[in-house]
């Protein structure tokens, strides 16, 4: 099957100048089609802000006179510890998709119509970076005929958009995420039909350098596997416990939920194919700690910076052989809720000496994605990003951090 659908380089045609011609002039089209799409959104949102700023000072001076106001506002910037001068910075509007069980192992496998493209190097978002909210209805409503939710969830929102505002000053990256909140969506097959009931929001975000296979096309897509924690082939939590394999990648002193993500690199296999049951990923196909540890030297490593809302705990750390939350990078978070829009201000230092520590760089472009854990979810069933490109002072990368 594989050679008689290989490509036969007889067929090899160029593709004609006027063709690429009428590609780039349509591009273009539909780039400032959208530019303007978003200079009207922003201008409904600006006119919103000014008519609630101008009922505002009319409430406060009725109570007693605009010395007020200013405290107000002094004490408003007071509680904040990230100032920065949002003005300046870059901002990116994202689709964030709910992936329900595909994983790395079914986007290489044969039910992907993108495998072969995706293997030869295309992007994620070349092929689906307009469809976003089809795949994400497709797959939440068990609609999708590649069978990607077994658990269906009533009312869960496919999609939604987040604005991401980038900028930097000489020590830290600050990003800003905003998307607004939906409709508590009952789990039925969870007690109390929430996942995780501590947190009704979790975020996080990882960045790799192009050392990490697949981070240039698919962001963190390389890190979720099919026998994860939650997802169709995980191994029953019994098989796991007290092993060798169980400490070594962190299964105790990690979360307590078992397989996390990891990386193909720290693997002898990883089974795509599933012939004769065999189950989806590598897990326990697991590298001597000499050659992982020959990985992170070589940059093989994605960076994670995750924040829990109801706990407001911030954690980084790395994905490698597992999901290992080392702490150390520092970054801080502040979160809020505000008329039904979220926002999550995250402050990163750019440079960190630390293992598994991405340290961000003027002149170079990284890998980017990011997952949000909307209305108390956990696990896999969360919203998650196509793989995009961060920089500093960038235009052409997707998340381009303006300087300050
Ligand atoms: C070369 C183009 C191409 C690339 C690159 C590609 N895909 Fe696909 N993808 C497809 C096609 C074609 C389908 C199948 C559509 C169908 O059969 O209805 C598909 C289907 C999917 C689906 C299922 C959608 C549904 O409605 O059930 C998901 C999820 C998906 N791709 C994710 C990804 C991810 C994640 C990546 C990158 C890691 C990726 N794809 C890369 C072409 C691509």
């Known amino acids: 099957m594989e050679k008689l659908e290989a490509p036969n380089p007889d067929y090899i045609r160029e593709v004609p100048q006027e063709y690429k ?13 959208a530019a303007k799409l978003k200079a009207e959104k922003l201008a409904e949102k600006a006119k919103v802000e000014e008519k609630i700023a101008a009922a505002v000072a009319a409430a406060v001076a009725n109570a007693g006179g605009a010395d007020k106001a200013v405290s107000s506002t002094k004490t408003a910037n007071k509680a904040s510890n990230i100032n920065v001068d949002w003005s300046k910075a870059q901002s990116t509007d994202i689709g964030v998709f709910y992936p329900g069980t595909a994983s790395i192992e079914w986007i290489l496998g044969r039910k992907h119509g993108g495998k072969r493209a995706f293997t030869k190097g295309d992007r994620c978002i070349e092929c689906h970076g307009e469809e976003i909210a089809d795949i994400g209805n497709n797959i939440v409503s068990g609609e999708s005929e590649k069978d990607l939710e077994p658990n269906v969830i009533p009312g869960k929102r496919g999609s939604f958009d987040v604005t991401i505002d980038a900028t930097h000053d000489a020590e830290n990256i600050y990003l ?7 409709e508590h969506a009952a789990v039925p097959f969870v007690e109390g039909g929430k996942m995780d009931p501590e947190n009704p929001m979790k975020l996080a975000f990882m960045l790799a350098t192009d050392d990490v296979e697949y981070a240039d096309r698919a962001g963190c897509w390389g890190t979720c596997h099919a026998d994860a924690n939650t997802m169709p082939f995980a191994p029953e939590q019994d098989t796991l416990k007290g092993s060798d394999l169980a400490k070594r990648l962190n299964f105790d002193t990690g979360t307590g939920t078992g397989v996390t993500k990891y990386l193909k690199e720290t693997r002898t296999k990883l089974e795509l194919k599933g012939r004769r049951g065999k189950a989806l990923g590598g897990w326990d196909k697991l590298k001597d700690q000499a050659d992982i540890n020959a990985l992170q030297q070589a940059n093989q490593f994605m960076d994670v910076v995750r924040y829990k809302s109801g706990t407001d705990k911030v954690e980084d750390g790395q994905i490698l052989a597992s999901r290992d939350m080392h702490g150390g990078q520092g970054a801080e978070v502040e979160a809020s809720l505000k008329n039904g829009t979220w926002s999550v201000v995250v402050k990163r230092r750019l440079k960190s000496d630390k293992a598994g520590d991405v340290s961000i760089e003027a002149g170079k472009v990284y890998n980017f994605g990011f997952a949000i854990h909307d209305d108390y979810s956990s ?19 997707e998340i381009n951090a303006v300087k300050q």
Do not use: C, P, T
């Open 176 to 182: 800003r995420f905003s998307w607004a909140d939906g």
């Open 21 to 33: 011609d009428g590609l780039a002039r349509i591009e273009a089209k539909e780039a400032a089609a």
């Open 379 to 397: 696990a896999r069933y969360h919203h998650v990003s196509f793989g995009y490109k961060l920089a500093l002072d960038n235009a052409d990368a």
